[in-house]
């Protein structure tokens, strides 16, 4: 049984990984400097998400999350397309970690070729299918090892970086009110206010991890009073990891730098850190690749179950409920295909950005089932499930808004 440190690092080791690693340069490519502003706002939404998911863990802790909890909560209808925007969402996430993956991994290798990056990807991504639907489990201790590397890099980038930070570059808004035309200011302002709720729709999919804590109710002591406990810790250490990182990202090479090398190679934290000397390049490129395999390999274990919950529902065909031993190994198999064929799209701004509409559809739908829960299964006010849910469909909106918009 997990206590609260075993709980956090759990969380942890499902939140730092691809937001970290790869999403700052995409946030950094639509807000500029004022990503900084988004992470902060992101880690405000996740913490009402993610109190409300631990008051529905708490009173209903079962295997399928909000799509098993609207069904109970809410409706049928409900249920499908809570589970449909977890598989979407997490699918989406995990191939935009494979392409970080092999992003880090083909820059040791000093190659940016895309092709190669893609194919790369994919591979990975069928070898750890491969292993998933043989029924292999992660564990806690492994889940610790590999927190505990990827700390030690950002750490490492964080004390190597802080020499190289021009607090010039940290401007959160390049705005600088001058001669201008009537209303220029203005429109410049509310641009501004939509490439932040952009970023935050983004960066809010980096904290989700968090989820993986509120599925844990069997299997931490005292789980009413660890889970919500172990939520918050995750998501304020998560917070300061993202702030100090971000910060030297940006103010190491400006924000238009950082997301060129997003763009470039899908590995933004090592192409910085190659200016910050060789030993904390290798360092750097180290810690992601064990970063995102592990968030991988967690997304292909969580993805996988649900769409075993689903099937069994019908929702999905229910050929894939099937159980080999202790392995739903068809649903493994059909969750590592969907999961290769995203990651050939080849651009982690359209995965990711799939990812987060439907991470913030899934949530919604768990927030409203919070608001629904009966007066002695509340454990948190209703102003935190409320709070949520605007959010979620204010920056749904305005993801969507911001996409189209030319």
């Given at each position: 049984?997990?206590?609260?440190?075993?709980?956090?690092?759990?969380?942890?080791?499902?939140?730092?990984?691809?937001?970290?690693?790869?999403?700052?340069g995409?946030?950094?490519?639509?807000a500029?400097?004022?990503?900084l502003?988004a992470?902060?706002?992101?880690?405000?939404?996740?913490?009402?998400?993610?109190?409300?998911?631990?008051?529905?863990?708490a009173?209903?802790?079962?295997?399928?999350?909000?799509?098993?909890?609207?069904?109970r909560?809410?409706?049928p209808?409900?249920?499908?397309?809570?589970?449909?925007?977890?598989?979407?969402?997490?699918?989406?996430?995990?191939a935009?970690?494979?392409?970080?993956?092999?992003?880090?991994?083909?820059?040791?290798?000093?190659?940016?070729?895309?092709?190669?990056?893609?194919?790369?990807?994919?591979?990975?991504v069928?070898?750890?299918?491969?292993?998933?639907?043989?029924?292999?489990?992660?564990?806690?201790?492994?889940?610790?090892?590999?927190?505990?590397?990827?700390?030690?890099?950002?750490?490492?980038f964080?004390?190597?970086?802080?020499?190289?930070?021009?607090?010039?570059?940290?401007?959160?808004?390049?705005?600088?009110?001058?001669?201008?035309?009537p209303?220029?200011?203005?429109?410049q302002?509310?641009?501004?206010?939509?490439?932040?709720?952009?970023?935050?729709?983004?960066?809010?999919?980096?904290?989700?991890?968090?989820?993986?804590?509120?599925?844990?109710?069997?299997?931490?002591?005292?789980?009413?009073?660890?889970?919500?406990?172990?939520?918050?810790?995750?998501?304020?250490?998560?917070?300061?990891?993202y702030?100090?990182?971000?910060?030297?990202?940006?103010?190491?090479?400006?924000?238009?730098?950082?997301?060129?090398?997003?763009?470039?190679?899908?590995?933004?934290?090592?192409?910085?850190?190659?200016?910050?000397?060789?030993?904390?390049?290798?360092?750097?490129?180290?810690?992601?690749?064990?970063?995102?395999?592990?968030?991988?390999?967690?997304?292909?274990?969580?993805?996988?179950?649900?769409?075993?919950?689903?099937?069994?529902?019908?929702?999905?065909?229910?050929?894939?409920?099937t159980?080999?031993?202790?392995?739903?190994?068809?649903?493994?198999?059909?969750?590592?295909?969907?999961?290769?064929a995203?990651?050939?799209?080849?651009?982690?701004k359209?995965?990711?950005?799939?990812?987060?509409?439907?991470?913030?559809?899934?949530?919604?739908?768990?927030?409203?089932?919070?608001?629904?829960?009966?007066?002695?299964?509340?454990?948190?006010?209703?102003?935190?499930?409320?709070?949520?849910?605007?959010?979620?469909?204010?920056?749904?909106?305005?993801?969507?808004?911001?996409?189209?918009?030319?």
């Amino acid at each position: 049984m997990l206590g609260l440190p075993g709980a956090v690092l759990m969380g942890l080791g499902s939140i730092v990984g691809t937001g970290i690693f790869v999403s700052i340069g995409t946030a950094a490519g639509v807000a500029g400097s004022a990503v900084l502003v988004a992470v902060g706002l992101a880690a405000i939404v996740a913490t009402c998400n993610g109190l409300s998911s631990a008051q529905l863990a708490a009173a209903h802790p079962v295997s399928g999350g909000v799509y098993e909890q609207a069904y109970r909560y809410a409706t049928p209808t409900l249920g499908r397309i809570a589970g449909f925007a977890f598989v979407s969402a997490k699918t989406a996430s995990a191939a935009t970690a494979a392409l970080g993956c092999a992003g880090y991994a083909l820059a040791l290798a000093s190659s940016g070729d895309r092709t190669v990056q893609i194919v790369v990807a994919a591979m990975v991504v069928v070898v750890l299918t491969i292993f998933v639907a043989g029924g292999m489990q992660r564990s806690s201790r492994l889940n610790a090892v590999v927190v505990a590397l990827t700390l030690v890099s950002l750490l490492v980038f964080v004390v190597a970086g802080l020499p190289h930070v021009d607090v010039a570059r940290l401007n959160p808004t390049g705005y600088a009110p001058s001669a201008r035309a009537p209303g220029a200011d203005d429109m410049q302002l509310g641009s501004l206010v939509r490439d932040i709720a952009h970023a935050t729709a983004l960066m809010f999919v980096a904290y989700t991890g968090y989820g993986r804590i509120a599925t844990l109710g069997e299997e931490v002591r005292e789980p009413a009073r660890t889970i919500p406990r172990a939520i918050i810790v995750t998501l304020v250490v998560a917070l300061l990891l993202y702030l100090a990182v971000t910060t030297v990202a940006i103010g190491s090479v400006g924000a238009d730098g950082l997301a060129a090398a997003t763009r470039a190679g899908s590995a933004p934290l090592e192409t910085i850190a190659a200016g910050f000397g060789e030993p904390i390049r290798y360092i750097v490129a180290a810690g992601a690749i064990t970063a995102m395999l592990g968030v991988l390999l967690n997304l292909l274990l969580g993805i996988s179950r649900v769409v075993l919950a689903m099937a069994r529902r019908r929702d999905l065909p229910h050929g894939l409920a099937t159980v080999h031993g202790s392995s739903p190994r068809r649903a493994v198999i059909v969750t590592g295909v969907a999961i290769a064929a995203l990651a050939l799209i080849g651009s982690v701004k359209t995965t990711w950005s799939v990812s987060a509409f439907f991470v913030l559809v899934y949530y919604g739908i768990a927030n409203y089932c919070a608001l629904r829960q009966p007066a002695s299964e509340r454990r948190f006010t209703r102003a935190v499930p409320v709070l949520g849910l605007v959010s979620c469909l204010a920056l749904a909106v305005w993801l969507v808004i911001d996409v189209l918009s030319p």
